[in-house]
């Protein structure tokens, strides 16, 4: 029933989740605040993020530059501000392509079964059966680095997981009487499946969604890193990382600083993604 | 009746027995109906439910439909396609299920279970639909319609799931109602007041009536006539009224097997089934 009360009641969200999971409180919060960063960036960002200052490099922490600036002479803090859009932006669009994507394939092929579910299925192994982060290079070494290519690969190689949990549940229910009595009354197709499916298979969608929000964060990080991702000079806390690499050992809070970043990002969608699953979750009611 | 309102001509559902051959779940069953209420009793198994669902057109994979007619009001269903199913369930042909805690889906609120029939089948604006769903539902005499109207099926009472399966069967105002005995998961108060609301509503909207049941006293009390199925076949046909009286051994067995004050302390019938085959 909670679910139930939550979708009839959103503006209650907020207090049922502080009562009944407070880290989920905590993580929701987190992610509030990386938000707001992102949509304020211009205004609460002490100094432009791409403005070079060679004179005052690689200066340590002080109460100029809180954060110090790294090899360009760029304030760690306004970057690490603005490296809040792209990594949103790309966890956005991987979550909006990946869940849906799963979902409706994983709902037909659970409900129709037979043949359609058959080369479903196996069109989802053979794609879970390739290392994430490998198809993902593969897919930005093919179609160019940039941040739509970074969200379209991990979009592409990670909706496997979203396919196999609906397809699970859908069968579950496919017998159902419920089912069967919207079938007695003339509802079937695309209505059938995503007016009367849908809505039981989506908590566990939305929870999955937040759980692997955190492992995106890490690995949308990592293309940047690698240099995958969004191109110099943008700021993005990957590529800020990899920046800070090569001063680690004298100058640590270059590659310190948006790698906690990237923890604290990631962290928030975990905690939120237990709180989410406790809420949601049908069999804990 | 010159046109029956549903017309069966030798009915047979079969399905598929792991060494290939096929077992008939329903026999070469014959019945017409018109505007009338006619019940389908017999014991479990005997094929009451896959008679029903063969009439919707819902005989689960891998099962078999053969018939040498098999029409409603003149349309053949033998010659339907899904879509042209799809438009005829809910619209023309209504099916109410046994138990409503089952029966409708838990996430979506009464009136939009309600409505969905009229979506598919009427063209009607949101507020035409809307006042026509809280009426239906005031039907079904469920208390305070615009309560009911926004509640999910688990914070309502049996009786009243039972009247929002009803309310959700006949709101797109079908022609024939099928009750695959919708009485079964309710207590014995409730049965009368259901099966009271299912006969008033049908006479009002001059629907055809199939009642499947097990319950003879039920099915005399509410129905004009009935027709005994056993394994399958149809083995007797009486008027409702008559079924204490009918002379064939099953029918008999079924009417005189049922505890009551007066039988108590002694031993119930039971089936003697040699006899019954011999009698079919």
């Known amino acids: 029933m909670t679910a139930i009360e939550i979708a009839a009641a959103p503006g209650s969200r907020l207090l049922h989740l502080s009562r009944r999971s407070p880290a989920a409180l905590v993580g929701a919060t987190i992610l509030a605040i990386i938000l707001l960063a992102a949509a304020l960036a211009p205004l609460i960002a002490p100094y432009d993020p791409i403005a070079q200052d060679v004179a005052g490099r690689l200066a340590p922490p002080s109460t100029a530059h809180w954060l110090g600036t790294d090899g360009f002479g760029r304030d760690i803090v306004s970057r690490l501000i603005y490296g809040t859009r792209p990594t949103l932006l790309i966890i956005s669009l991987v979550a909006l392509i990946m869940a849906p994507l799963g979902t409706a394939i994983g709902i037909v092929s659970g409900y129709y079964g037979g043949w359609v579910d058959r080369v479903l299925m196996r069109l989802t192994d053979v794609v879970m059966s390739f290392p994430r982060l490998i198809l993902a290079f593969a897919f930005v070494a093919v179609l160019g680095p940039g941040l739509l290519n970074a969200a379209l690969a991990l979009a592409l190689t990670s909706w496997p997981a979203y396919a196999r949990q609906a397809r699970v549940e859908t069968q579950t229910m496919r017998r159902s009487d419920y089912l069967a009595g919207a079938e007695m009354l003339g509802i079937r197709g695309p209505r059938l499946l995503f007016g009367h499916v849908l809505p039981m298979v989506l908590p566990l969608v939305v929870v999955r969604v937040a759980l692997d929000l955190a492992g995106m964060v890490l690995i949308a990080a990592g293309l940047g890193f690698l240099g995958l991702g969004v191109r110099p000079p943008t700021a993005e806390w990957g590529t800020m990382v990899a920046d800070g690499t090569s001063v680690i050992f004298d100058d640590w809070w270059v590659a310190a600083s948006p790698g906690v970043c990237i923890l604290i990002a990631s962290l928030s969608f975990n905690l939120l993604a237990d709180g989410l699953r406790d809420l949601l979750d049908p069999r804990r009611g | ?280």
């Open chain 2, 1 to 280: 009746m010159a046109e029956p309102l549903l017309d069966v001509a030798n009915l047979t559902v079969s399905f598929p027995r792991d060494d290939g051959t096929w077992f008939d779940a329903v026999k070469d069953i014959s019945l017409s109906l018109g505007t009338e209420r006619v019940a389908l009793v017999g014991e479990s198994g005997s094929g009451k439910t896959m008679t029903a669902r063969a009439i919707m057109g819902l005989v689960p994979n891998p099962g078999r439909v053969a018939a040498d007619r098999l029409a409603l009001d003149g349309t053949d269903l033998l010659a339907l396609s899904p879509r042209g199913w799809a438009r005829l369930r809910g619209a023309r042909v209504g099916l109410v299920l046994q138990d409503p805690r089952f029966a409708l889906n838990p996430l979506i609120t009464v009136g939009r279970q309600v409505e969905e029939p009229l979506l598919l089948h009427a063209h009607l604006s949101h507020h035409e639909r809307r006042e026509r769903v809280l009426a239906m539902l005031e039907a079904v005499g469920l208390p305070d319609p615009r309560t009911v109207h926004g509640l999910y099926p688990g914070e309502l009472s049996g009786g009243m799931g039972q009247r929002v399966m009803i309310a959700a069967t006949l709101i797109a105002g079908p022609q024939l109602l099928i009750a695959d005995e919708p009485t079964s998961a309710l207590d014995e108060a409730l049965r009368r007041q259901i099966l009271e609301l299912l006969t008033r509503l049908v006479a009002d909207q001059h629907m055809g009536l199939l009642l499947i049941s097990h319950d003879l006293q039920q099915v005399a009390d509410f129905t004009d006539r009935t027709l005994v199925m056993y394994r399958g076949a149809i083995v007797d046909a009486q008027a409702s009224a008559a079924l204490a009286r009918s002379p064939h051994p099953y029918t008999h067995t079924l009417w005189t097997c049922r505890p009551s004050a007066a039988t108590f302390g002694t031993r119930l019938p039971t089936l003697d089934r040699a006899a019954i085959e011999a009698a079919t």
